[in-house]
């Protein structure tokens, strides 16, 4: 796979995963599709979001929408250069249009995405040169724990028990 990067990756890229999953377990317990995000910009974390699409009812509360606004609240820029981008699954069409114009310099995600993803599944967009912005993309961190708190809430939606409620906290970042 292009772009396969696992013997040069730091360890602060697994812990900058973590804390990601962390943010994906938060979104479990709020009901939605377990996605976090964080966006690291020398070494501070500027943007830190779950997935809130049940939440807000917003087809664009997508992980990755939140930490880019947040992080560009942060800057007071749309300009996100020199920023790496940590989302527990691959990103789909909306987010890697976002990541481009945010011209984040990064993108690491952990589980592929066959149905919706767009970094290497379905197309691969965030490294087509037709764009004058290509972020690095490094595929596949923390995968296994990426996938694993999906496979969880799918499995729990199949056996029927149904999605957990929200709880007050979740419209908290
Ligand atoms: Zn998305």
Redesign the pocket.
Known sequence: MAGMTYGSLLDGDSRYMGYALREAERALECGEVP?GCVIVHDGQIVGKAHNQRETLQDPTA????LAITQAAAHFRSWRLEGAKLYVTLE??????GAIILARIAEVHFGAFDPK?GVCGSLMNLLEDPRFNHRPRVCPGLLAGECGDILTRFFRRIREGAGIPKPRASCDDI
């Open positions: 996605v997508h992980a990755e929408i990103p789909c069409p909306m987010c890697a919706a």
